[in-house]
């Protein structure tokens, strides 16, 4: 049999870094978990305001009772008819990669509208590594854009962690 001249005990390098191996585990094993629930809170949400358009008749119809005048709707994009109380609004057209989203009004009239929800931002293709912020919306400067009535700004005051570092953005969305 051979010598042993050092103690069988683990020397604290070694304790050190299977600890840090377990608790690495334990976090990405957490994190990942998490990520079907997220993934398919995306994917159940609807993507445009052409999604929303079975919804627009009753918040038209809010809207009337609220108000004398039509409310103002969204243009998704600035393109297509606007959609009074939209749930969903894309906030970077160019790539979707930012959507506001889950939105519910508190007040939406003529000289503007204010609600909560969660702005979804997309980090990768197809909607890989998408992380959600709570957030505050006003919209603002209703105007008539091609003979509809909509607004033409969005602000978003964020209510906890921002995506770009920002508490506050505004996005044009005519």
């Not at 608790?23 to 957490?30: F, H, M, Q, S, Y």
């Not at 519910?104 to 931002?121: F, I, L, N, P």
């Not at 912020?133 to 964020?158: C, E, I, Q, W």
């Amino acid at each position: 049999m051979a010598d042993r001249a050092q103690s069988r005990r683990a020397s604290m390098r070694t304790v050190v870094a299977v600890l840090a191996a377990v608790t690495v585990l334990a976090v990405g094993g957490v994190w990942f978990s998490q990520a079907w629930d997220r993934a398919s809170a995306v994917a159940d949400a609807p993507k445009t305001a052409a999604a929303q358009k079975s919804k627009a008749p009753r918040a038209e119809a809010q809207a009337a009772t609220r108000s004398p005048q039509r409310a103002p709707g969204v243009r998704e994009c600035g393109l297509g008819e606007p959609v009074v109380e939209p749930e969903i609004i894309t906030l970077t057209c160019a790539d979707a990669g930012m959507v506001a989203s889950g939105i519910k009004w508190d007040r939406y009239a003529v000289d503007g509208a204010e609600g909560s929800g969660v702005v979804q931002v997309s980090r990768g293709a197809n909607g890989a590594g998408v992380a959600s912020f709570p957030a505050r919306f006003h919209l603002y400067g209703a105007k008539n854009v091609d003979g509809m009535m909509a607004f033409t700004g969005l602000s978003v005051d964020y209510t906890k962690a921002t995506p770009l570092g920002e508490p506050h953005e505004t996005y044009p969305i005519a």
